[in-house]
């Protein structure tokens, strides 16, 4: 006789079906124990002594046959204690102490206390996406992750604290209410530093503007003092909010990762837009992602959200010569000798950096102490390929005593900040219905606008074609960084609600690529 049940694997952010049988070995076998196959990893093959420990302590009788547990399909990897509790079921089955006649209509995880109480387990977002996908009727899963699952509609989320509820639900001897489905409601992030908190520095605000209004990636050059930092972690304050699918999106990444419940709440989902500070000793895996079992890394964690690289040259340049096809593509692909795996990675990229290595060149107060030559081999720390990525260079000016001191301009300056949120959500919006007209699912603001497609959408007359020659001529322009131009300059016009690509769009446009004209200089 053989038992089956199920359970769920991971693969990046995709669930897979894993099914989990039981078969009885004659006591005549070879075998001297009960074992587990099909590429389980360490913790799984310790499972058997979680489960017959948890079974005992739950009030069922000990398992005295020899058992074979198979968790297919056998050629995919398995790996963590997420499987206790459908590999106790099956036993339980196989040993006829509950019926295995419901056991094919969910996908039972969870981890096993030896007492027999369950714990929570990892990726149950995407368990529960899986379940409908395939038709199960419910998921049974850990009562504390509940609250995550069950933002998915037209399937049972059955939260159980201990194998004992898990076999009886299962046995039908026990009735256990589905989880009550949650309604998400956007929430606009009001903790830490605001947009309006920022004095004066009116020309990187505008800057910074337009790179949320078109999802840009913005490197800002200033020295030490100027603002940098506390402009990088207050630009979610003028995001707009998440959708649902990228609520959905970014809390399968974080339940997948084990860092939900940093940015959780009582709805179950991450539904503020998340920026990932990585300090800048990261490694190339801590950043995009990878190890034996690949998991996502800060590239992924940041999806939907920000990733702020504080004093950019300070990181390895490995780690960040990796990250230029993540920022094409807004996706990584990590590759291993028997795997490979897909995580999202649509991020905006705010970066920071000094002028120079004592971080005062060009400071209108304080003289440089930089040697000859310090200054271009500091600057050579990033390539010119990872520049070319980046949308929006801008140049930030130390702040000036009056703009410190003056607390008139704050009520003005929660004025300002409300009103580029209001221009910066409109411009998306727009930006969202254009690419539907031309059915362009797959792109969801202009900083995606497909090459091929470019023509159509940021059509120019031919004054703003000179302007750009010029441009091209004089500072030596590449490919990218002209195609970049123009996208940014869609944004300029969007922003402005213009519907034709102008001259002074343009010409802004170009005005933030400061460091491909080493124009840098404050």
């Given at each position: 006789m053989?038992?089956?049940?199920?359970?769920?694997?991971?693969?990046?952010?995709?669930?897979?079906?894993?099914?989990v049988?039981?078969s009885?070995?004659p006591?005549q076998?070879?075998?001297?124990?009960?074992?587990?196959?099909?590429?389980?990893?360490?913790?799984i093959?310790?499972?058997?002594?979680r489960?017959?420990?948890?079974?005992?302590?739950?009030?069922y009788?000990?398992?005295?046959q020899?058992?074979?547990?198979s968790?297919?399909?056998?050629?995919?990897?398995?790996?963590?204690?997420?499987?206790?509790?459908?590999?106790?079921?099956a036993?339980?089955?196989?040993?006829?102490?509950?019926?295995?006649?419901?056991?094919n209509?969910?996908?039972?995880?969870?981890?096993?206390?030896?007492?027999?109480?369950v714990?929570?387990?990892?990726?149950?977002?995407?368990?529960?996406?899986?379940a409908k996908k395939?038709?199960?009727?419910?998921?049974?899963i850990?009562?504390?992750?509940?609250?995550?699952?069950?933002?998915?509609?037209?399937?049972?989320?059955?939260g159980?604290?201990?194998?004992?509820?898990?076999?009886?639900?299962?046995?039908?001897r026990?009735?256990?209410?589905?989880t009550k489905k949650?309604?998400?409601?956007?929430?606009t992030?009001t903790?830490?530093?605001?947009?309006?908190d920022?004095r004066?520095?009116?020309?990187?605000?505008?800057?910074?503007?337009i790179?949320c209004?078109?999802?840009h990636?913005?490197?800002?050059?200033?020295?030490?003092?100027?603002?940098?930092?506390?402009?990088?972690?207050?630009?979610?304050?003028?995001?707009p909010?998440?959708?649902?699918?990228?609520?959905l999106?970014?809390?399968?990444?974080?339940?997948?990762s084990?860092?939900?419940?940093?940015?959780?709440?009582?709805?179950?989902?991450?539904?503020?837009?998340?920026?990932r500070?990585p300090?800048?000793?990261a490694?190339?895996?801590?950043?995009?992602?990878?190890?034996?079992?690949?998991?996502?890394?800060?590239i992924?964690?940041?999806?939907?959200?920000?990733?702020?690289l504080?004093?950019?040259?300070?990181?390895?340049?490995?780690?960040?010569?990796?990250?230029?096809?993540p920022?094409?593509?807004?996706e990584?692909?990590?590759?291993?000798?028997?795997?490979?795996?897909?995580?999202?990675?649509?991020?905006?990229?705010?970066?920071?950096?000094?002028?120079c290595?004592?971080?005062?060149y060009?400071?209108?107060?304080v003289?440089c102490k930089?040697?000859p030559?310090?200054?271009?081999k500091y600057?050579?720390?990033?390539?010119?390929?990872?520049l070319d990525?980046?949308?929006?260079?801008?140049?930030?000016?130390?702040l000036d005593?009056?703009?410190?001191?003056?607390?008139?301009?704050?009520?003005k300056?929660q004025?300002?900040?409300?009103a580029?949120?209001?221009?910066?959500?409109?411009a998306?919006?727009?930006?969202?219905?254009?690419?539907?007209?031309l059915?362009?699912?797959?792109?969801h603001?202009?900083?995606?606008?497909?090459?091929k497609?470019?023509?159509?959408?940021?059509?120019?007359?031919?004054?703003?074609?000179e302007?750009?020659?010029?441009?091209m001529?004089k500072?030596?322009?590449?490919?990218?960084a002209?195609?970049r131009?123009?996208?940014?300059?869609?944004?300029?016009?969007?922003?402005e609600?213009?519907?034709a690509?102008?001259r002074?769009?343009?010409a802004?446009?170009?005005?933030y690529?400061c460091?491909?004209?080493n124009?840098?200089?404050?």
């Open positions: 053989v038992v089956k049940g199920y359970a769920a694997a991971l693969s990046g952010v995709e669930g897979i079906v894993v099914t049988e039981a009885s070995v006591f076998s070879e075998m001297s124990m009960t074992s587990i196959i099909g590429l389980p990893d360490h913790s093959k310790e499972s058997l002594f489960c017959v420990s948890a079974i005992e302590h739950s009030g009788e000990t398992i005295r020899k058992q074979i547990i968790l297919s399909p056998a050629n995919l990897r398995k790996e963590g204690s997420g499987y206790d509790v459908s590999i106790a079921i036993m339980l089955a196989m040993s006829f102490q509950i019926p295995e006649k419901l056991l209509q969910y996908i039972v995880m969870g981890e096993l206390a030896l007492d027999g109480q714990k929570p387990v990892k990726g149950v977002l995407s368990m529960a996406i899986l395939e038709g199960f009727k419910g998921l049974i850990p009562k504390s992750n509940t609250s995550e699952a069950c933002v998915i509609s037209d399937i049972d989320i059955i159980v604290e201990s194998l004992r509820d898990t076999a009886e639900f299962l046995a039908g026990k009735q256990i209410a589905p949650q309604s998400i409601h956007p929430i992030n903790l830490g530093p605001q947009f309006a920022v004066g520095q009116q020309t990187v605000k505008r800057a910074l503007e790179a209004a078109g999802g990636n913005a490197i800002l050059i200033g020295p030490p003092g100027a603002g940098k930092t506390m402009l990088a972690h207050s630009i979610h304050s003028i995001l909010p998440m959708t649902l699918e990228e609520s999106e970014t809390t399968q990444i974080h339940s997948i084990g860092t939900l419940e940093t940015y959780n709440n009582q709805q179950g989902l991450i539904t503020q837009r998340i920026v500070s300090h800048h000793t490694s190339q895996t801590a950043l995009v992602g990878g190890g034996a079992y690949p998991m996502p890394g800060e992924s964690l940041a999806h939907n959200g920000v990733l702020f504080d004093e950019l040259p300070e990181f390895q340049r490995n780690a960040l010569e990796s990250m230029r096809q920022l094409e593509d807004k990584i692909h990590l590759s291993r000798t028997k795997l490979s795996v897909r995580y999202p990675s649509n991020f905006m990229l705010i970066a920071s950096m000094n002028p290595p004592c971080g005062y060009n400071h209108p107060k003289d930089c040697p030559g310090s200054i271009a600057l050579s720390k990033i390539s010119g390929p990872l990525r980046i949308d929006i260079h801008i140049a930030i000016a130390p005593f009056e703009d410190l001191t003056n607390t008139a301009s704050s009520t300056d004025e300002l900040q409300i580029i949120q209001q221009r910066v959500q409109h998306r919006i727009t930006q969202k219905e254009r690419f539907q007209c059915n362009i699912p797959s792109v603001n202009n900083s995606q606008i497909p090459s497609n470019l023509t159509q959408i940021c059509a120019l007359d031919s004054t703003c074609k302007l750009l020659k010029n441009a001529d500072y030596n322009l590449s490919a990218r002209y195609h131009i123009i996208r940014v300059a869609r944004t300029i016009a969007d922003v609600n213009e519907k690509i102008q002074h769009h343009i802004e446009a170009i005005q690529r460091l491909d004209k124009t840098w200089g404050i």
